[in-house]
């Protein structure tokens, strides 16, 4: 199967535009997984809760509407980061939508900083969907949570799907040891550009990656321009999790005496 | 507190002569914590069950009663690794020994590779002990169970003592990703040279390294030859898991929502 990522530098409050930048950009892309960076339709840096309401779409909205005739009508996968509006709440989410029409939502289970002030704190699902294989989303943040991307690949994902927005230097680095230590795919879109709003300025750090079971990056996109970048895999290595013909990481666990509460 | 690292490169079979090392090394380190190698007395590649139970010491053997002695002495706490001969099981454990002449012994949650062909599986205890701070203890492979550093690092610890025979390439990069997603200093020591026993040859990659709960690596080892490093570091900074003003990186966690069995 193909997997890939589209690194964008969407522009604050414009869904219309920035809806019409993945079109374009995807125009020619047919049969892959693709993420898109977190929160790709509004921008990141919201002033008032007011604000990100007003910008926030329901799963029925125009955002998740257009993507998923692109979806459809490309046969593609597209997993991409949505300010989601659910009645009185609004989650940071990333929706997943496929070929076949099918949707699926997973609401961000750690935020960071200042979307604390902001977004609802979600009861997250941390389970796989299948289009092609079984796909696990996490959204930024998530990352540093070792239990996410665990919990994501007990439960069978074989590629991790991670819209991301990032601020800190750290995660492209460490996605190889969340790749390695669960013995799956993933495939971690990030965007580019600042934003300076509300007093404060944030500059998102690009450098997408696609890391293999192995710990090996498969693809890499700089830290400054929109990168597309697409790679075939084999699903299957990642359900092979012997490090060496004795070890097996998951069958090597010692969960009894694991103390994660 | 002063903590640190002796990267040694072991003769195989010879625990006199490794100590012997050992002792002349430390000759001038007063109080400070030091970790050595795993199997640091007797080498790694054993060839039989019967070769690493001759080699293998029990706790008052010769071994642990040198290091502590010399613990006592010069005011240190020793960690390292030891073939341990219980009764008729082996482990593949580290021994802690303090100035105060207290001895906590961990024995190896995940054995690697050939491990498995001649010692036991242990029961093992993941709980910190104290010695200046709350120190918690993981053998090598152990490292890519993020479970291991997780359960220290809930239980207290805050720093990670961490013998190594490392033979392959990422863990001293992802120690980064453990000290940062649990906010606590980690000391891994590795052994250099090789071994050529039972028809294989191993290569140790030394590369020893601290690192600081805000992912900096405060020490580095070289991938061929012994080095004594020593740091001094704030253990309270490891007591403190935030890393925005509004994220706590243990306070965010969702154990609700993991599925870790």
Known sequence: MRIGFMQTRP???????????????????????????????TGYLFESRRELRALAEPLDGPSVTR???????????????????????????AVSVTAAGRRYVYRKAHLFDREKLFFDRAEPRFEPFRSGTKLGVMICFDWIFPETCRTLALAGARVI????????????????????????????????????????????????????????????????????????????????????????????????FYRLQ
Not at 17 to 35: D, F
């Open 11 to 41: 522009r604050f409050g414009d869904a219309e535009a920035n809806i019409r930048a993945i079109e374009r950009g995807l125009a020619k892309v047919r049969e892959a997984t693709i993420v898109l960076p977190e929160l790709c339709t």
């Open 67 to 93: 993507l998923r005739a692109l979806a459809r009508s490309q046969r593609l996968t597209l997993c991409f980061g949505l300010a989601e509006r659910a009645g009185r709440r609004v989650y940071n989410s």
């Open 161 to 256: 799907l991670h819209p991301s927005n990032l601020v800190l230097p750290y995660c492209q680095t460490a996605m190889v040891t969340r790749a390695l230590e669960n013995r799956v795919f993933t495939v971690t879109c990030n965007r580019v550009g600042s934003e300076s709003r509300a007093g404060a300025t944030l500059r998102f750090t690009g450098q997408s990656r696609i890391v293999d079971p192995r710990g090996k990056v498969l693809a890499q996109a700089g830290a400054r321009g929109e990168s597309l970048q697409v790679v075939r895999i084999d699903p299957g290595q990642a359900a092979d999790k012997r490090m060496t013909s004795r070890n097996d990481l998951f069958r090597d666990r010692r969960p009894r």
